[in-house]
């Protein structure tokens, strides 16, 4: 099929050796053909520069590049989209498996929407099925509200097609911040987003993921991570309001000012009732009752004074 527009893929790959076959097999066998795979290896010490070139050898449409010093995930990631040409961009982590018909099913139900996501499946590291989807852990949005991804996400990297116009509002990427639920706040925010309802990644989950989802690393958090975590949503927030408009960067603005005050304080009830009094967008990710919700707003009251004491 090559009267489709042309799809940039842009995978990030480091130390991928283990699981990278599968996936460009994957990549390979999409049911669409006008695409080409934009990669950049973010200087892997094991033999997936190996891999990549067999593959580039056999493919004109495979683009490779490789970094002169490590960039880390979220930097090499802007740097890969940069490099796309395509109409349409879809981002490909290093290590799943791509339904034959992803790119199709994305392409064709895009519409006006600035990007698309779907569900995925969650596969061990040998491949096998989990039980679990995303969407059994989030509720999925579609809409134009950007503060739905203020406190949650449930837009994976790897889940994403978007047009390449996106790319340009985005940036600059803020640094230290998760860039597919940065895409996600810009997405909404310039028009709107939308997702196809079925699994077509299986989502592999090993030890080296860049991100645990299915929070199975969890251990007690210090103190200082404690502190540093209402530093980062005070600083997550300033960064979503400079998107937003009208209503919407009014409710940003004023809850930027209440996660501010408890970075110095002991607590803010403030910033709890708005949370709460706007539960409805806000808290639309989470795939939770009423009470767990309440429960979810109650703890972020407390200041920088009041987890010393907890």
Request: charged residues 25%; aromatic residues 12%; contains cysteine.
């Amino acid at each position: 099929m090559t009267d489709t527009p042309k799809i940039s893929i842009a995978l990030c790959t480091y130390n991928g050796e283990q699981f990278l076959k599968t996936q460009l097999d994957s990549i390979l066998g999409q049911t669409i053909d006008n695409w080409e795979l934009v990669i950049v290896d973010d200087v892997s010490r094991d033999g997936t520069w190996d891999i990549l070139q067999a593959y580039a050898a056999g493919d004109e449409r495979f683009r490779l590049f490789r970094n002169d010093k490590n960039l880390g995930y979220n930097k090499n990631f802007q740097k890969a989209l940069s490099l796309c040409e395509g109409e349409y961009i879809a981002i490909c982590d290093q290590d799943d498996r791509w339904h034959p018909d992803k790119l199709r099913l994305q392409l064709e139900a895009i519409g006006n929407s600035f990007l698309i996501y779907h569900d995925s499946e969650f596969i061990d590291e040998t491949g096998n099925s989990m039980g679990l989807k995303i969407s059994d852990k989030f509720n999925f949005y579609r809409g134009s509200s950007p503060e739905a991804f203020l406190y949650l996400n449930c837009v994976s990297g790897h889940t994403i097609l978007m047009k390449k116009e996106l790319v340009a509002k985005a940036q600059p990427f803020p640094e230290g911040f998760y860039y597919d639920q940065w895409l996600a706040v810009n997405a909404a925010s310039a028009g709107s987003i939308d997702f196809v309802g079925q699994v077509l990644v299986q989502y592999r989950q090993h030890s080296r993921n860049s991100t645990d989802i299915l929070a199975r690393n969890k251990m007690e958090r210090s103190l200082d991570v404690k502190l540093s975590e209402i530093k980062r949503e005070s600083l997550w927030i300033a960064q979503c309001v400079a998107k937003a408009n009208g209503g919407t960067r009014d409710l940003l603005s004023r809850l930027a000012v209440l996660s501010e005050s408890r970075i110095h304080s002991f607590a803010s009830p403030q910033y709890g009732f708005l949370i709460w009094q706007h539960r409805t967008t806000l808290l639309s990710l989470l795939k939770k009752s009423g009470i767990s919700k309440f429960f979810y707003v109650v703890r972020k009251i407390w200041g920088s004074k009041a987890k010393k004491l907890l």
